[in-house]
């Protein structure tokens, strides 16, 4: 797959096929595509948790938030539920900075994730103290990001923004979700090229 | 190109063929990946400054910080400094705070330039102020990440840690650059799976 047609079908996923279950070995090769990627002062602090069992995926859930747009949906229900977890962390006794490593790793895995045929979502709004138990975390990692995986139940477009400039994703009556992105020329603040790099 | 090669291909490149200029173009399309990448809350709080041409690469160079690991180093020479660069900035009238979209940015524009043939480096010692400056960027605008950008003209490779752990990456007799990664299973704290979903 060509990388751009990764990145647009990379959309956050957020209700999945709950019975077709990731096999841990899948999960293990997506951590080894974040190994190799940059790392602020090359210090790889960050800590996987991964979690494909369906008794684990059932504890794991309660502690995250969904969809902070749609109020009233209150999470995927029973069925399209995340088949797999990796939950993100950093080892604070390596490093009390974040530079954006988690962002660069998430990524790369939610890519990674694509490829194989899945999807997943970050989830930044988590009940940390919960999963750190639930997990056994120790007590020097701090959850930075959950990525819920498996394979999408849902079309997930992008639309232009509206006049209104409204960023909020939303759910049409067929139950596809809509994701607002900004014009790309609203992005780019300043270009200089010259004669050999004009457009 | 699998995505696995992407990611390995896709190291923290510092010397580049500097003649080997980067069409604007090129830079643009590199944003639009970052466009269609997640967001927390989808703010799409990102901005993003783009440098092409041979006089504001040299007025930006001065502003970098190079490779802290490497003392004796000042950075790339004329000749195989970078021909690009792709300035990502927050805009602070939007948001206050930082969840990891700059490095989802960051990665997925990186990626997207190892696939067109070039290669990068994400640059957090910046002098910020001075950069703005250069750039004539708003106010409200917070630098948070430079990607240098070009043809790579080094070689680097992965190495496993040392047994003394030291993170530090370091250049060899040859110029080659060494980057030492850990090992995949000390990144993962726990993994739950089961009979369906075992290794």
Redesign the interface.
């Known amino acids: 797959?060509?990388?751009?047609s990764?990145?647009?079908t990379?959309r956050?996923y957020r209700r999945f096929h709950e019975s077709r279950?990731?096999?841990?070995?899948d999960?293990?090769a997506l951590?080894?595509?974040?190994?190799?990627?940059?790392s602020?002062?090359?210090?790889?602090a960050?800590?996987?948790?991964?979690?494909?069992?369906?008794?684990?995926c059932e504890s794991v859930f309660p502690t995250l938030g969904w969809a902070?747009?749609l109020p009233r949906w209150k999470g995927p229900e029973p069925g399209e539920r995340p088949a797999?977890y990796i939950v993100i962390?950093v080892d604070r006794d390596l490093t009390s900075e974040?530079?954006?490593?988690?962002?660069?790793?998430?990524?790369?895995i939610?890519?990674?994730a694509v490829?194989k045929g899945y999807g997943g979502?970050?989830l930044?709004s988590v009940n940390r103290e919960r999963l750190a138990v639930v997990?056994?975390?120790?007590d020097s990692?701090e959850i930075?990001?959950v990525l819920a995986l498996g394979v999408p139940a849902e079309t997930v477009v992008?639309d232009p923004l509206p006049d209104d400039g409204d960023?909020?994703?939303w759910r049409d009556s067929a139950g596809v979700h809509h994701?607002?992105?900004?014009e790309?020329e609203s992005?780019?603040?300043?270009?200089?090229?010259?004669e050999?790099?004009?457009?």
Chains 1, 2 share one sequence.
């Open positions: 797959m060509r990388f751009r990764l990145v647009e990379n956050s279950r990731i096999p841990m070995a999960l293990v951590v080894d595509l974040a190994r190799l990627t940059a602020a002062r090359n210090l790889q960050l800590r996987f948790s991964l979690v494909s069992s369906v008794d684990m902070g747009y797999a962390a974040d530079w954006g490593d988690h962002g660069i790793a998430a990524q790369t939610l890519l990674g490829e979502c970050m930044g997990l056994g975390l120790p990692h930075l990001l992008v960023v909020r994703y994701v607002p992105k900004r790309l992005l780019i603040t300043v270009r200089f090229c010259d050999t790099t004009t457009e």
